[in-house]
């Protein structure tokens, strides 16, 4: 019947028997009788039984289709088995239980020469070394358990208030004052005015208190031996900035930039506008040293040695560490076929070892805390009975 399905059937009510092969009608050469009628419904019959027929016969082709199609999850497994022995793509879900080694352990040429190497140990390893013992523990793997708890800690942010306090102290080792003159120079320069300052051309000298008025400016400038020309600008009413500079004016004030004559702010120590009255009428004490204070020594900052690094912690071994005589495929390019190698060796792996682990999450608090902290001032206070005034240059 050339394989297919043969069903043989008997047209009982008609005058002529049929015979149903693979979905075609084939006539008998035998009339058993009856007229031309019956020989009509007789083949209308059997074109509705063949129309039966090829429906069921498409029926059962589709059912054994799917039958193919679904099969037992064993088979699916084994076949994914079979499809992940990619070295270069590592299956974290095969080779947990028993497997069926593919072809390629028989076929590809870089895989059999790394079961050649697995199986084949020098005769100076093979007293410590089994290649099936040493593949079950190679393909032996760690399921991972994290516990997550959680750490309430508390974040504090203080909120600061700053109170400023004044006390005042008397000094009285200090009975006398000394005011300094400053002696005419034909070179001086005074009374210009610029807002345009260059610290660094003209010397600035930020060691000063700004706040005071000319003549006291100018004094700053006279006990300040390097000082050779200071700038005032403001008033009584609204407060002076007073600052000092290393670099006199120059001639016709070269040395101030954008400087115009008739001024009121740029002045070289000399000059005389911003004198005392008793500078005017005293009399001068000649070769009088100038005052210098003594600056203040800046504290250096304390440098704490950091604590000596702890030594590096020794690197974990793998479960199972390449014997010797495999040393050189530690390396990942060179080792990559070691694992399907070790599948292709045995058929089953040892129960996955569970690890667990616990991470602590934190969780933060926020928390305010309101503190003062009092800024303390000293105002000292001296006396003084007499005033000295010395002509200074």
Same mark, same amino acid.
């Given at each position: ?30 009339? #058993? ?19 039966? &027929?090829?429906?069921?016969?498409? !029926? ?15 088979? =699916? ?53 089994? /290649? ?43 009975? $006398? ?10 070179? &001086? ?42 700038? =005032? ?11 000092? !500079?290393?670099?006199?004016?120059? @001639?016709?004030? *070269?040395? =101030? ?32 040293? /100038?005052?210098? /204070? ?31 005589? &495999?040393?050189?495929?530690?390396? !990942?390019?060179?080792? #990559? ?13 040892? /129960?996955?070892?569970? @690890?667990?682990?616990?991470?602590? #999450? ?6 305010? =805390? ?9 105002? $000292?206070? $001296?006396?003084? *009975? ?8």
């Amino acid at each position: 019947m050339s394989g297919r399905n043969s069903i043989m059937t008997t047209a009982e009510k008609g005058s002529r028997k049929h015979k149903y092969l693979g979905g075609r009608i084939v006539q008998s050469d035998r009339l #058993v009788g009856g007229g031309f009628l019956r020989g009509i419904n007789s083949q209308l019959s059997c074109r509705l039984l063949d129309s039966i &027929m090829q429906s069921t016969r498409i !029926f059962f082709s589709l059912l054994s289709l799917a039958t193919s199609i679904s099969a037992s999850p064993l088979d =699916v497994q084994r076949l994914e088995a079979r499809q992940q022995w990619n070295p270069f793509s590592p299956c974290s879900s095969c080779f947990r239980s028993s497997w069926t080694q593919g072809a390629e352990c028989k076929t590809d040429a870089n895989l059999l020469k790394t079961i050649s190497r697995v199986l084949n140990p020098p005769a100076s390893e093979t007293s410590t070394y089994t /290649p099936t013992k040493w593949c079950t523990d190679y393909l032996h793997q760690t399921d991972w358990s994290t516990t997550y708890t959680t750490a309430s800690l508390t974040s504090t942010y203080t909120n600061w208030t700053i109170t400023h306090l004044f006390v005042t102290k008397t000094d009285l080792d200090h009975p $006398t004052s000394t005011r300094l003159c400053p002696s005419s120079s034909s070179g &001086m320069e005074c009374g210009y005015d610029s807002n345009t300052i260059a610290p660094i051309e003209q010397g600035e000298d930020w060691s000063i208190e700004h706040a005071i008025p000319p003549t006291e400016c100018q004094q700053v400038c006279l006990e300040h031996s390097a000082c050779k020309a200071y700038r =005032v600008d403001g008033s009584d009413q609204k407060g002076w900035n007073c600052e000092i !500079f290393n670099v006199g004016l120059g @001639k016709n004030a *070269s040395n =101030v930039i954008n400087a115009t004559p008739k001024g009121t702010q740029w002045w070289d120590r000399n000059c005389q506008q911003h004198v005392f009255d008793a500078c005017k009428t005293a009399p001068a004490l000649p070769n009088a040293a /100038p005052f210098i /204070p003594t600056p203040a020594v800046a504290l250096q900052p304390i440098i704490t040695p950091a604590p000596p690094a702890p030594p590096y912690a020794a690197l974990a071994k793998r479960d199972a560490p390449l014997p010797p005589y &495999m040393s050189d495929l530690s390396y !990942f390019w060179s080792g #990559v076929y070691l694992t399907p190698a070790c599948s292709c060796i045995i058929t089953s792996a040892l /129960p996955a070892t569970l @690890k667990t682990s616990t991470q602590v #999450v934190t969780k933060w608090i926020a928390s305010t =805390v309101y503190s003062t902290y009092e800024d303390w001032f000293t105002v $000292t206070t $001296t006396p003084r *009975s007499t005033t000295i005034y010395t002509t200074v240059g």
